[in-house]
């Protein structure tokens, strides 16, 4: 079976293991999201890093929030550092893919032990709740 954006899905997911394998644990988020960019710059991916992306009720915006990295205009990165990933964490990312044309996202968690996410949400399923 094939997911969508699969390959690159999984060439992001060894840029995290070489990130993690690399640092180890203890470091701030923002010390492995910099690394993360140098990794995925270096498998040729175009990365948007802080990316903000306006939320919208209805027609009107009430916020705005910054992608950790987005990859090549169709995968959203989350980076956490935190012990372990919860579940408020895999909400977060679906709702940063519900408020963009992006139907993939990965949650990437530099914790004591590596652990990943990935999540979906079709574009489909995103004109059902507008």
Request: charged content about 25%; hydrophobic content about 40%.
């Amino acid at each position: 079976m094939q997911y969508l954006h699969q390959d690159k899905t999984e060439k992001i997911i060894q840029a995290y293991f070489k990130v993690y394998n690399t640092l180890g644990y203890g470091f701030l988020e923002k010390v492995y999201h910099n690394a993360m960019l140098i990794e995925l710059h270096r498998m040729g991916f175009e990365c948007m890093s802080q990316y903000p992306i306006r939320v919208f009720y209805e027609a009107y915006p009430v916020g705005d929030y910054f992608a950790d990295i987005i990859v090549d205009d169709c995968i959203i990165i989350e980076n956490k550092a935190a012990e372990a990933l919860v579940e408020d964490n895999e909400f977060q990312l679906i709702n940063y893919l519900k408020a963009t044309n992006i139907e993939v996202g990965l949650l990437l968690n530099f914790g004591k032990k590596p652990e990943f996410k990935r999540k979906i949400f079709t574009n489909d399923r995103k004109k059902e709740h507008q």
